[in-house]
């Protein structure tokens, strides 16, 4: 019970609290979980949207119970989790990196659609290896905060004032209704939906009247509305009529909607993380052709390939898994090819998503090295851009030597709290020196 207590914590709003929480956890004596080498690199917190509502400690907790290699938090336009995962990582000897997640134009791809459905020229974009807080006031963290944080928040408060024009008797109120959903007001899609459940019910009340009212909006039988309520498949109903395309606050995306791929880039950049492409499943005409579409990212600047694995292959229909699959291998061919680090996981931004990828399956088996590789070179830009001030954008080696030196840095054993503070009070150079010297040596000393 106590455990169960300390994990609800966890997931509390308040800073402090969690972190007791997780140093109360740690402390606890107990067997060590057995190593494997699956990882997740892309985990959504509650800085975004989770489905469990976990925070970045609790994603921590979770990875290090499991025993995974490296876990990586991901969220939507923001970086507010990442002083609380980098640290708690430390705390419990696990492999961490952070990356962020948005939506950008492309204007090359302007007539078809890329990784986001429906919205033709816009593709999803992370950044990758963020290894510090951006400082208070300087470019790059306002653009954070003006183009990213702000310009999703304007999206939001557009599409929630179409919505209540067209169902006035569930209108939500943004400030009242969604924000409390979220720690750190960064609302996301899927909040905006949460707050139109949450008004239906608290509108009509009695559950007949509840499905009677969603089963008439979404012109579904009623008895499989009842057997939907409080399940994913009911938020993923309602998040179809409301936002997606042809949706009751659905609006085309032009130009204007989303920031230029060059933009987003550039400031990753700036931030010394790295670009990274991310790809849906090859089903569409922008991902048709796996090795023009990472050499068009990589023109822009990006420098890694993100993919969910998962949505590839574990599929019911036989023929779209044959198709899945085979683009799967597809695209982690071309990035090979062109020595693309890759990045992978699961998300966990909707119910149902599995934990982690199962890299020993009959599927994912054949690429497990390349996606631990990928992780490792993740690692050790996180590692080296954090202590030692060093990143995988500033190395002008060739790929191949690049890829060899960071991931060298990333297979080292997790850092602990200790080894972190020797580096940070070694300062940059002589930390750099520490590192090499470990990765040489093949441990921490």
Known sequence: MADDALLQQLDSFDAAERRRALEQLASQPGTEPAPSENLNLHFHSFFSYNAEGWSPSHVAWAARQAGLYAAGLCDFDVLDGLEEFLAAGELLGLRTTVNLETRVYVRELANMDISSPGEPGVTYIMGAGFGRELPPGSPQEQILTCVYRNGAMERNIALVQRINDRLPQIAVDYDHDVLPLTPAGAATERHIIRAYLNKAAAAFVE????????????????????????????????????????????????????????????????????????????????????????????????????????????????????????????????????????????????????????????????????????????????????????????????????????AAIGELPPLTEPVAQRLREAGPQQARDLIEAAARAGGWN
């Not at 023009?292 to 990006?302: D, F, N, V, Y």
């Not at 890694?304 to 695209?331: F, G, H, M, Q, S």
């Open 207 to 406: 559950p007949a009247a509840v499905a009677q009212f969603w089963a008439q909006l979404l012109d579904k039988q009623i008895c499989d509305v009842r057997e939907a309520m409080g399940t994913p498949t009911l938020e993923e109903w309602v998040r179809a009529k409301l936002v997606k395309r042809g949706g009751l606050g659905y609006i085309p995306t032009s130009p204007d909607t989303f920031p230029p791929v060059e933009d987003f880039c550039q400031w990753v950049l700036s931030c010394r993380a790295m670009p990274m492409i991310t790809w849906l499943d090859g089903t569409s005409k922008g991902e048709a052709d796996p090795h023009g579409l990472l050499e068009l990212m990589m023109s822009k600047g990006c420098v890694a390939l993100n993919i969910i694995p998962d949505r590839n292959w574990n599929l019911k229909d036989p023929e779209e898994r044959a198709t899945k699959v085979a683009n799967l291998d597809a695209i982690v061919a071309a990035a090979n090819d062109l020595h693309l680090p890759l990045n992978i996981g699961t998300e966990m931004n909707r119910a149902g998503l599995p934990f982690v990828d199962d890299l020993n399956g009959p599927v994912l088996s054949r690429h497990r090295q390349s996606f631990l590789y990928g992780a490792r070179v993740m690692v050790g830009q996180t590692i080296l851009l954090r202590y030692a001030g060093v990143s995988y954008v500033d190395d002008d080696r060739p790929p191949v030597e690049k890829n060899r030196y960071f």
